[in-house]
C-alpha cells in the first residue's frame, strides 16, 4: 500500500519477540493445549507501528533495544521484510530480547499475553544516535523506554517535529513527556495519578498543553478533544478474529494519516485499518491479504 507523498517517521520505545498461538483458549492451571495455528513476528507498541507506518507507504525506524543474542535474527529478519530500519540502542547486549507468549482465543478473537516488556533493558538517553531525528516527520512514543523517549521528545520539539505518544497504560515517567507532545493518543487503561474518570484524564492531559487527546475503548467509539472541542468517533464493526496489536497498529496508521488530515480524520482511518487487522490472525497477515 503507498501514498502520494512518502513520510519518515521515528519509533521509539519497545522491541520483542513475540510467540503468538490461535487456541480454542488460554490454559487453565496444569492443562496443556493444542494450538491451531502459530506465528513469530517482532513486536512490541512502537514496533508494530513502525510497520504500519511502513506498510503505509513511509519510511519508518524503531529506536529501541536489540542486541546480539542469536533470537535477535528472528527480530531483524521480520523487520526488514518490512522495511522497517533499527537504530538499536545497545547492540553489544548478549542477553536474550524480551519475549511475549500470547495465546489468541478463536472464538472471540481475545488474548492472553505473558511478557517481561523493557523492565530489564533501560537505556539512558546518552546512548541516542546524534542524527536520529534527521529527515524525521513525526515522532511516535510508546513510553517502554521512558529515559530515551523524553530525550527524544525535548529534541523534536526545538525541530518542530510532532510527538505523539502510545498511551497503553501510565507508566512513571510520562509526566516528563507530556509538556513536548502534540497527539496523546490513549487507550481506556490509560490512568495517571490521581485520574478515576475519562474527564479527569482528558484534564490531566489538556493541562500539560497538549492540543489533541483521544481516548480509544476497543470497539466503542473514540472520545476525543481537539483545540478545545469535544466529538466521538465510531468504529467500525468487524468480526475479530484477532485483537492483537490492534492498538499498535491503530497508532502506526495514526501516524501515517496525521501527517495528511486533520485530527478527527486520521482518528477515523486509522480505526479502519485497525478494525480490519482484527479480522485475521497475528499482527501480519491482514497487510498481505490483498
Known sequence: ??????????????????????????????QKIVAVDYTVAAGGPATN???????????????????????????????????????????????????????VTQATGERAVVSINAVKTQICGAAIPPDILQNVNIVLIDGHQM??????AQMAKVKNIPVAIDGGSWKPGFEQILPFVDYAVCSANFYPPNCHTREEVFAYLHAFGIPDIAITHGEKPIQYLSCGKTG???????????????????????????????????????????????????????????
Request: net charge negative; with cysteine.
Open 49 to 103: 507501528a513502525a510497520v504500519t507506518f511502513s506498510y503505509l507507504g513511509n519510511q519508518a525506524k524503531i529506536l529501541g533495544v536489540v542486541g546480539s543474542h542469536p533470537m535477535t535474527q528472528l527480530i531483524h529478519q521480520d523487520l526488514a521484510n518490512y522495511k522497517v530500519a533499527i537504530a538499536d540502542l545497545d547492540p553489544s547486549a548478549s542477553t536474550a530480547p524480551p519475549v511475549s507468549s500470547i495465546i
Open 147 to 152: 529515559a530515551v523517549g523524553s530525550a527524544i
Open 232 to 290: 466521538v468517533i465510531t468504529v467500525p464493526h468487524v468480526q475479530a478474529v484477532d485483537t492483537l496489536g490492534a492498538g499498535d497498529i491503530f497508532h502506526g496508521a495514526f501516524c501515517n494519516y496525521i501527517l495528511r488530515e486533520s485530527f478527527s480524520d486520521a482518528l477515523a482511518q486509522a480505526s479502519n485499518i485497525a478494525a480490519d487487522s482484527c479480522q485475521f490472525f497475528g499482527t501480519r497477515r491482514w497487510m498481505n491479504s490483498e
Open 1 to 30: 500500500m503507498t501514498n502520494d507523498q512518502s513520510f519518515y517517521g521515528l519509533f521509539v520505545g519497545l522491541i520483542t519477540l513475540d510467540l503468538i498461538y490461535l487456541a480454542d483458549s488460554a490454559p487453565k492451571n496444569n
